[in-house]
C-alpha cells in the first residue's frame, strides 16, 4: 500500500528532496497534494509529474493565474484555509511539513486533530507551541516524525530504548559559515556571506539561522518537546564535518549516535518510511575518506542567539514565541540588507525583555503574541 502524501512547502530546498525522495520509491509514495507560497511555475512542474488531487498556493493572485494555466483535475486552493483543508484531506495519511516560520503551526494542528501523522522540517511550529502540539499529537495518537536532521539522528539512536534512560541528548552543529570569523569580521557579514553554508545547500531564512546559531536554538527548543527533556539535558557540541548527526548519551553512560554524509534527503527518507527502513540512494559513508571527527564547544560571545534561545526556554511560555517572531522578521531584514548581523540578536534581546511571560492555553493566544512582536520589531527597526 503506498503512503499517501501531503508536502507543505513543495518549492523550497526540503520540499524539493522530498519530491526526489518520493520519486526514486514510486511502489511507496504518492503525493497527494502540494502547497507554495507563490512559486507557481515549478509548481506546475510537479503537478504534471506527480499529478497530485489538490494544490495550495498561499497567494490568491497567483492561485488565479495558475487555475487558468492548469488542463488537468487538479484542484487549486489559495491562503490559510487552502493550507487547512489539504492538511486534513481523508486521503493524506502523512503530511510533511516543509514551509518556513511560525506559518506551519494552524496547518500542522489541523492535521493532527484530523489524526494524520507528521513528517516535521518546520521547526519553528514546535518552537511557538511545542506544548499544545505534542499535547494534541498524544490525544489523537499520530506520530512526530522528525525530519531535521540532528532529531532524526536523535529518534534513530532512541529506538528501542526507554527515554528513562536517557541521560543526556547531544545536539551536533557544525557552526555555520562564520565559525572561524572573528567577532569584527562577522559584525560586517552581509547576508550574501552568511548564505553560503560550510556543508548543507538550504534555504535562505535557515541559511541565516545557520549562521546566527538561532538555528541551533531552535533545535534545542524542538528537540525539549519531541524528547520530552529539560534544557540542562541537552548539549549543543560544535561538530564542523557534519558527519555525526547527533547523540544520545544513556544513563550508563554508553553513546548512540547516528552517522551519515550529510544528506536530508536520509532523514526525510526515514521519516517518509518509519517504522520501515527502505533501500536508500544517498551515497555511502566511507570512513577511509574521513580523516577526521572534530568537537568543540559553541561560542556564545561570538553567537548569541544560541543564548537567547536558551532563555527563551527557561522563562516558557509565551517567550519561545516572542523568541522565534523576532528572529524571523530580522532575518528578514537581515536578508534584504536592513540591518546588520548583530541588528539579529541586539533587537531579539529587547523584545524579549519588552515581553512579559504569559501561560498560554490557546493557539490563538500564541498567535496574538506572534502578530505583536512582529508589529514591535517593525516599529523599532522603522
Ligand atoms: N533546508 C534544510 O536543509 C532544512 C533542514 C532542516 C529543517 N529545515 C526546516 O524546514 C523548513 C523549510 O526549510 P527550507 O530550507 O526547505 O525552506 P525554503 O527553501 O525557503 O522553502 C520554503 C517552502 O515553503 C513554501 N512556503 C512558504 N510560505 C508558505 C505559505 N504561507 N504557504 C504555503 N507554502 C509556503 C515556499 O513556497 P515558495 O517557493 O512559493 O516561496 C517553499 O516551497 C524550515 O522550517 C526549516 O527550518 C530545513
Not at 184 to 191: E, Y
Not at 226 to 241: N, S, T, Y
Amino acid at each position: 500500500m503506498h503512503k499517501r502524501i501531503c508536502i507543505m512547502g513543495s518549492t523550497g530546498s526540503i520540499g524539493r528532496q522530498t519530491i526526489e525522495v518520493i520519486k526514486e520509491h514510486p511502489e511507496k509514495f504518492q503525493v497527494t497534494s502540494l502547497a507554495v507560497m507563490k512559486s507557481i511555475d515549478e509548481l506546475e512542474e510537479q503537478i504534471h509529474i506527480l499529478k497530485p488531487k489538490k494544490v495550495v498556493v498561499f497567494d490568491k493572485e497567483k492561485a488565479e493565474i495558475l487555475a487558468k494555466r492548469i488542463t488537468t483535475k487538479t484542484k487549486i486552493l489559495w491562503g490559510m484555509d487552502g493550507l487547512l483543508e489539504i492538511a486534513a484531506d481523508d486521503d493524506t495519511d502523512i503530511v510533511l511539513t516543509s514551509v518556513v516560520g511560525s506559518i506551519g503551526l494552524l496547518p500542522t494542528l489541523k492535521a493532527i486533530e484530523a489524526g494524520k501523522d507528521i513528517a516535521l522540517a518546520n521547526k519553528e511550529t514546535l518552537v511557538v507551541a511545542g506544548d499544545l502540539v505534542m499535547k494534541a499529537a498524544a490525544k489523537m495518537g499520530v506520530r512526530i516524525i522528525p525530519v531535521d536532521s540532528e532529531h532524526s539522528a536523535i529518534f534513530q539512536a532512541l529506538n528501542g530504548e526507554q527515554t528513562s534512560h536517557l541521560s543526556k541528548i547531544i545536539l551536533t552543529a557544525s557552526g555555520g559559515p562564520f565559525k572561524d570569523w572573528t567577532k569584527d569580521a562577522i559584525r560586517h557579514a552581509t547576508a550574501k556571506d552568511a548564505l553560503k553554508h560550510p556543508n548543507w545547500s538550504m534555504g535562505k531564512k535557515i541559511s541565516i539561522d545557520s549562521a546566527t546559531l538561532m538555528n541551533k536554538g531552535l533545535e534545542v527548543i524542538e528537540a525539549r518537546w519531541l524528547f520530552g527533556v529539560d534544557l540542562d539535558k541537552i548539549e549543543v557540541v560544535v561538530h564542523p564535518q557534519s558527519i555525526i548527526h547527533s547523540m544520545i548519551e544513556l544513563r550508563d553512560h554508553s553513546i548512540i549516535a547516528q552517522l551519515g554524509v550529510p544528506d536530508m534527503k536520509l532523514p526525510i527518507q526515514y521519516a517518509l518510511s518509519y517504522p520501515d527502513r527502505i533501500r536508500g540512494n544517498i551515497p555511502r559513508l566511507d570512513f577511509k575518506e574521513v580523516t577526521s571527527l572534530t568537537f568543540m564547544e559553541p561560542d556564545l560571545e561570538r553567537f548569541p542567539c544560541l543564548s537567547l534561545a536558551y532563555e527563551a526556554l527557561v522563562a516558557g511560555g509565551t517567550m519561545p514565541c516572542v523568541l522565534n517572531g523576532a528572529n524571523e522578521v530580522l532575518v528578514s531584514y537581515y536578508l534584504n540588507g536592513e540591518i546588520g548581523f548583530y541588528d539579529i540578536p541586539k533587537y531579539i534581546e529587547k523584545a524579549m525583555s519588552a515581553h512579559r511571560v504569559l501561560e498560554y492555553k490557546t493557539v490563538e493566544e500564541l498567535l496574538e503574541i506572534d502578530q505583536w512582536v512582529r508589529r514591535w520589531i517593525q516599529s523599532q527597526i522603522k
